[in-house]
């Protein structure tokens, strides 16, 4: 077990009827005047943004709303998030949404008090050392943004580079999280979201690290969970048990608990994003295609691991053949995809294996030449894991 | 599923080599006169103490000692403490050992802001509003107390009252955990420890509450992981990543992120204590003897649930006779409890039968003539446990 450091502050407000306490909380957690950041017309029409507003009122919160935000959530609103943050003195960051609404109210958090261009953070050359609170009412479970210190933005100039940041200032301090505001997302976004949370598990799960225990029963925990939980919320969307389970299985895959102590890879996410940034496809779609693709690529690095996985959550039967119990490990997370409906392949997704040397090119700029931990991989290694998933 | 608010704002420091930042980091949480609160001579032999104080000296930080926690400690040194803090104007109680230490020093830190006696927080007549700043630096893994609300308190008055309280204010801001501190262990003492994170688990996870996969599968986790790891430790005493897994182990069974949207039952707990109390037992021996006869006692309430620990957590046969296999999983806890050397009886605990009706005096009066919540118990259910107990 490696050395860490692991700190979740974030309140988590769970359950029915828990919007309500919005005013309360923002007023506990010190906000005065509040930047309402949402995405689309579904946080109006559903009554949901009035509801918000209406909690910060009777607290007598001031407030300023900026809609807008996209799936793979853009430069160019963070930018006007921030001017409308310094206009109006605004002193907290209150998200309404999923995880793009979120990431994007934590890059205007953070780019609020910082002099310079907020997308320094993303190029690495500055470090966030002060941030506006924030806090999250979520919609969608998925991202784990509304637990995670983290980020990730796309530049729409100079060829949509899609770039990830943190810190633990952009923690959350409270998120509420009430399973009945999910019942009207559809099985797609609903699968796109379990996708996410899994492959959140996936790339802390396939370490190097020895003697992680607990956190690998813990990663098995959430996966098994979700496995049991996630075919009844495709069947049954109002299945209040079901999407409980599901929206807290996607906060404890990203807040950092089924890490600890231990290498995490993040190769697959960092494939995945090229993807989206070329196609516009839903993150978790991208992920679907990816995973089982890097998987094949890489298991033989560490085949004990890939025999656990099989075993373990999906109770493939242990024949002593580590390879044949390796793949089918491999071809069970695929099958499940697919039994949600997720797109496992290029051509499912829509996207092309001519596009290979473009996804490479812009790549290459964003991962700096290299990948992941489990196995390291260069742009050959990317190039070849691609052509699996266009297989 | 139940509504919940999960807060566990603790950092957890965790690794070989950490206890050389403890002055960093009480400096960084504000403390600039620090209680250090600690058990025997142990912390003082080993060079612990010694460590600790130079790293606050490195920062310049003041600091007054108290010694003597004991196992079940006891309100005498918590008054003694709390009139050292306001005579020496402490501002952060720094605690180094095991949960007893801890759980003075949260009792010192709410009483030293307190004008009352601080017991009056334990009589549930008072709620803690107020309390200095807390920390740990870890030796024995076990109570959990370096992640959780909570603190239990023995009065040496009126006939050995142990009692439980907390409050969110006394989660520790930093826990400092080093697997190497807890190297020097006794077998005994490990043991106990392993009893005591499986109950806090056990707690939790034996519920009537539906619906709640995810917290299932992570009690799950912990128990299947610590299975594993237990025997480790008791034979190689210096296994480093089966001490980390056991220390990392005992935190998350207690930090409530294996509890959340249930309700937990915590009889055996209170069974237990009568034990500590009238006989000094450690709490996580009288746990092992207590945790399979309240089992035996109440599995028919939900034998499902029995069922499920016996098959996930001890990999029972499921033959379709829910009852026997229920009582297997109990017998695979007994008998994994024997094999650890814990007692599983009150003649291997040095209890005695003919005390059961004192142990029920005293119950009364702490449990307020009931207990749990799996099976609701009265004092005759509390004397049939203690008698199968006893057997």
Chains 1, 2 share one sequence.
Not at 100 to 110: H, L, Q
Request: overall charge neutral; glycine content about 10%; some cysteine.
């Amino acid at each position: 077990m490696n050395n860490f450091r692991f700190w979740s502050p974030t309140e988590f407000v769970f359950g029915k009827n828990t919007v309500g306490n919005v005013g309360q909380l923002v007023k506990q957690y010190g906000g005065t005047k509040v930047l309402i950041h949402y995405g689309g017309q579904s946080a109006v029409k559903s009554g949901l943004l009035a509801q918000v507003e209406s909690s910060l009122q009777n607290e007598f919160i001031e407030y300023v709303k900026l809609g807008g935000a996209q799936p793979n959530p853009v430069d160019t609103l963070v930018y006007e998030g921030i001017d409308l943050c310094r206009k109006e003195n605004v002193n907290f960051v209150l998200a309404v949404g999923g995880g793009s609404v979120i990431d994007s109210a934590k890059a205007i958090a953070a780019g609020a008090l910082y002099a310079g261009d907020f997308w320094n953070f993303f190029e690495g050359t500055v470090t966030i050392n002060r941030a506006l609170p924030v806090a999250t009412v979520l919609t969608i479970p998925a991202a784990g943004s509304e637990g995670s210190p983290n980020m990730v933005i796309t530049k729409t100039t100079a060829g949509k580079l899609k770039r990830g940041t943190g810190s633990p200032l952009l923690r959350p301090v409270f998120s509420i999280m009430d399973p009945v505001l999910t019942f009207t997302l559809p099985a797609n976004q609903t699968a796109y979201g379990i996708a996410d949370m899994m492959a959140h598990v996936m790339e802390r799960y396939f370490t190097q690290t020895r003697g992680v225990e607990v956190t690998d029963r813990m990663c098995e925990a959430v996966l098994l969970a979700v496995v049991k939980e996630a075919p009844v919320v495709i069947r049954e969307p109002e299945n209040y048990e079901a999407r409980a389970n599901i929206m807290w299985a996607g906060t404890v895959a990203h807040n950092g608990i089924c890490g600890v102590g231990r290498e995490e890879d993040w190769a697959t996410h960092g494939l995945e994003h090229e993807l989206s940034a070329l196609y516009g496809v839903a993150h978790g779609a991208g992920l679907a295609v990816m995973f089982p693709a890097w998987m094949k690529y890489v298991y033989t690095s560490g085949v004990d691991r890939f025999v656990q996985f099989a075993i373990r959550v999906w109770g493939i039967e242990d024949t002593g053949d580590k390879k044949e119990v390796a793949l089918k490990g491999i071809q069970a997370l695929k099958d499940f995809f697919s039994s949600l409906g997720l797109p496992v392949n290029f051509a499912q997704l829509g996207a092309k294996a001519a596009d290979i040397d473009q996804l490479i090119d812009t790549l290459k700029i964003n991962s700096r030449g290299s990948l992941g931990n489990f196995r390291k991989l260069d742009m050959k290694d990317a190039r070849a894991i691609y052509t699996i998933a266009a297989e």
